[in-house]
């Protein structure tokens, strides 16, 4: 069972959601080379990967498993799923406009032996779950690399359905 299973939401709204966590969306991150932070094509959002960025600028860097605790990157996975909400808050001005969470990538800075991807990339999704309920339940693929930009320890894409 995971966090999400024990907190279901039970406020209105995602972002009565977000309040009830004490979660406050920073304003979104802004791209660090040569491509956009979304792209929306129809009902679909497609969202750049994102890492671990405080709203101050700071990255969380190091290999999971090495200089960085998978508790730690369970954090920091989470942090990328607030920074994943602000860009989903920016383009449709209302989180209450997704219809569904459809897809995630994770991908995680990880020694070669840690396995323990899946449990890092939980923290965004738990945090999805709790924020859209059952809209927040989505296909996901969390895979090891041998490195990611700037050293980060997560880096996470998002697919978005979105309704009116």
Excluded: W
């Excluded at 309040?19 to 304003?27: D, S, Y």
């Amino acid at each position: 069972m995971t966090i999400a299973d024990h907190d279901a939401p039970s406020a209105t709204s995602p972002e009565e959601r977000l309040a009830r966590l004490g979660i406050v969306i920073p304003p979104p991150p802004p791209p660090v080379a040569n491509f956009l932070t979304h792209v929306r094509e129809g009902s679909l959002l497609f969202l750049s990967g994102q890492g671990p960025r405080e709203p101050d600028g700071y990255m969380h860097t190091g290999r999971v498993g090495v200089e960085v605790t998978a508790e730690e990157a369970y954090a920091h996975a989470r942090l990328t799923g607030v920074n994943l909400l602000s860009v989903m808050q920016s383009v449709l001005g209302d989180l209450g406009r997704v219809k569904r969470i459809v897809k995630l990538l994770g991908m995680v800075n990880a020694a070669p032996d840690f396995g323990d991807h899946p449990g890092v990339i939980n923290g965004c999704s738990d945090l999805f779950v709790q924020v859209f309920g059952e809209r927040g339940h989505h296909a996901r693929s969390a895979v090891g690399v041998g490195s990611l930009p700037g050293r980060i320890t997560v880096e996470i894409e998002a697919i978005v359905a979105v309704g009116n």
